[in-house]
């Protein structure tokens, strides 16, 4: 049962164009999303974040955008770079019944910028 | 301050074996949660910690278990090596909502 979906596992996009990575969630209770750039041989680090309560949040060239009642968030780059080539991972915040946290990820886009 | 810190960063066993991977924390995290990552699965979470305390499990089987020291360092243990555990395993420190990943330790069961 996968909560937290990533259906494009691969995206490719020429330098300075806008790149679009999509994630479509289940669980109406997660109430915090995040998304995570990983690249290879390193751990996931941590990119962006945007809480329920809020549609939108910029930071940089990265915004993220969050639609509740569709369930879908969508991270934007722009313009995008070669160093963003990389797996970025969509993942999402809920309580367990003792008041802490569980994160669930999804399984990840890989996004190549071509120069 | 100095990263997550996961040893070893390789290692090769064999099925039935047992292995032990070490993680530890960002100096001040009391929060250690391990991951699984495996082509097509992404990040499947294993358990979080916290002050020692075990808070969080997810979905896997008992031969899977972990503990946290009072230094907040974490280990966690795989018993009876299965060739579907081979994988990255991640930990990832955290003070409040974002968490902070090692480089994770790569695991092969032959």
């Known amino acids: 049962d996968q909560q937290v979906k990533q259906n494009s596992p691969s995206l490719s996009v020429q330098e300075g164009r806008i790149s679009i990575l999509n994630c479509d969630y289940t669980?109406?209770?997660?109430?915090?999303f995040l998304w995570y750039k990983k690249y290879p041989a390193e751990g996931p680090t941590f990119l962006i974040s945007i809480s329920s309560i809020k549609d939108k949040n910029e930071d940089g060239r990265f915004t993220v955008f969050l639609n509740k009642s569709a369930k879908h968030l969508s991270l934007h780059i722009v313009p995008s770079q070669p160093g963003d080539s990389a797996v970025y991972f969509c993942?999402?915040?809920?309580?367990?019944?003792?008041?802490?946290?569980?994160?669930?990820f999804g399984i990840g886009t890989k996004l190549q910028v071509i120069p | 301050k100095a990263g997550v810190t996961q040893t070893p960063r390789y290692l090769i066993k064999t099925r039935g074996q047992q292995v032990t991977l070490s993680c530890s924390p960002i100096s001040g995290h009391r929060s250690v949660s391990w991951y699984q990552q495996t082509p097509g699965q992404g990040l499947q979470f294993l358990f979080e910690?916290?002050?020692?305390?075990?808070?969080n499990k997810g979905n896997f089987p008992g031969r899977f278990s972990g503990r946290q020291f009072s230094n907040s360092r974490s280990e966690m243990n795989v018993s009876t090596l299965e060739l579907g555990d081979s994988a990255l395993y991640l930990c990832?420190?955290?003070?409040?909502?974002?968490?902070?990943f090692g480089p994770g330790t790569r695991l092969t069961v032959l």
């Open positions: 993942a999402a915040r809920s309580m367990n019944s003792g008041g802490y946290q569980k994160v669930t």
């Open positions: 990832a420190s955290s003070p409040d909502r974002e968490q902070f």
């Open positions: 669980n109406s209770m997660f109430d915090y």
């Open positions: 910690y916290f002050s020692e305390t075990q808070r």
